[in-house]
């Protein structure tokens, strides 16, 4: 019996372009309690990092692909085939590595190994919607000798900020930022590099405020106004946003605000013919406002929700949909004066008729330092296996 121990060092979240590093710990272990105990052998090892397309066939007409032979393997095959058993398609791979060949373990011996590999740029995010899934996987293969292939799948998830693959780093070494007391090698470095970058980037983008002001009105007159500072946000930032009903001329008796994002196929694949698109809501908040003269929300961004995104298949946008109850007559109206003699009481009426409308105001979500995000993940950064 030999163990195998796959570990992210990192955590299980990445930016595309980044350097994924798995340290892999192949061992024999020795039970307190065997009296005997002999050698392993390993034919050899190899890792590969693959991302699987998955869609809902009620929604999405799967384009062909090449690779579909490969989906079905015999078990007893030797061919190292890291998306062997998976439902949907191969997208992406990277080449495979060989971790070695014939590896001999004593008992209560140890042997580790490290897997690098620059995750690709042009690939798409890690996603999960309604009607299509990108998941990515790093696959390690082994095999004793005469025996099936074994296969450890680890998965991790990747974030696409756009306009990294297209930033040129400085030639001159002397002038990139450095830190003289440690020795780096210059795959990490340049990956350091361009985890600051990415960081940078997305400071300078979800940084600028300027007022954005929308006046609220239906067809018989201002309700409001609703202010927000801006449109950009990272993911785990929150939306906040402001209400002023005190110029309006229809009293708004209800208001509700909710985040959302649109996953829309693209029309050649698309199922059927003007299909509708998919909505899901991450966060609502609603509120009773009648002689509310302001009010405000704060809908938090989850870390775990996909930023925006568009693939030749798919498209993913974020929303602010607004949905508003308003009272078909004037503010007076929607109190009556009671019957005391004594003292004057105000009551709600019993009955009143509403008008209802709705708006929906784009906003742009992008990604976030992959470390923060490695926090709420749903990966584990260690996998394990028996053979």
Not at 82 to 103: A, H, M, V
Not at 353 to 358: M, R, Y
Request: glycine share 6%; net charge negative.
């Amino acid at each position: 019996m030999i163990e195998v121990l796959a570990k992210l060092g990192r955590g299980p979240v990445f930016l595309a372009g980044e350097v994924l590093e798995c340290v892999i710990t192949f061992t024999n272990p020795l039970s307190p309690s065997s009296t005997s105990a002999s050698s392993e052998m390993l034919a050899w090892a190899s890792a590969q990092i693959h991302c699987q397309f998955h869609t809902s066939e009620n929604r999405v007409a799967l384009p062909p692909s090449d690779g579909s032979k490969h989906d079905v393997q015999a078990e007893n095959e030797t061919v190292f085939v890291p998306n062997r058993g998976e439902r949907g398609q191969c997208i992406l791979s990277t080449p495979p590595k060989i971790l070695f060949c014939d590896l001999r373990l004593d008992p209560g011996e140890s042997k580790s190994y490290s897997y690098c590999e620059t995750l690709p740029v042009d690939g798409p995010p890690s996603f999960r919607g309604q009607s299509v899934k990108y998941v990515y996987k790093l696959t390690i293969g082994c095999q004793r000798v005469n025996s099936p292939i074994k296969l450890l799948r680890v998965p991790f998830r990747v974030l696409v900020l756009h306009g990294l693959k297209d930033y040129q780093f400085p030639q001159d070494e002397a002038v990139a930022p450095s830190n003289p007391f440690l020795e780096e090698d210059e795959g990490l470095k340049k990956d350091s590099r361009l985890a600051d970058l990415a960081t940078e980037l997305l400071m300078v983008a979800t940084s600028r405020r300027s007022l954005h002001l929308y006046n609220i009105s239906n067809t018989r007159g201002k309700v409001g106004s609703f202010c927000i500072f801006k449109t950009v946000y990272k993911i785990g930032e929150d939306v906040i946003g402001t209400f002023n009903f005190s110029e309006g001329d229809i009293p708004c008796l209800q208001f509700s605000v909710s985040l959302q994002t649109e996953e829309s196929i693209q029309e050649e694949f698309q199922r059927r013919r003007g299909q509708p698109v998919s909505f899901t809501v991450h966060a609502r908040h609603q509120e009773s406002c009648l002689h509310t003269a302001q009010s405000s929300f704060s809908l938090p961004i989850p870390l775990s929700s996909t930023p925006g995104f568009t693939t030749n298949v798919v498209s993913l946008k974020w929303r602010l949909h607004f949905e508003f109850v308003t009272s078909g007559e004037s503010a007076g109206a929607c109190l009556v004066r009671g019957s005391q003699s004594e003292a004057v009481t105000w009551t709600g009426v019993e009955q009143m008729e509403v008008d209802t409308f709705s708006w929906d105001l784009p906003i742009k979500v992008l990604p976030t330092n992959p470390i923060l995000a490695s926090y709420v993940s749903q990966f584990s950064s260690t996998n394990s296996i028996t053979i």
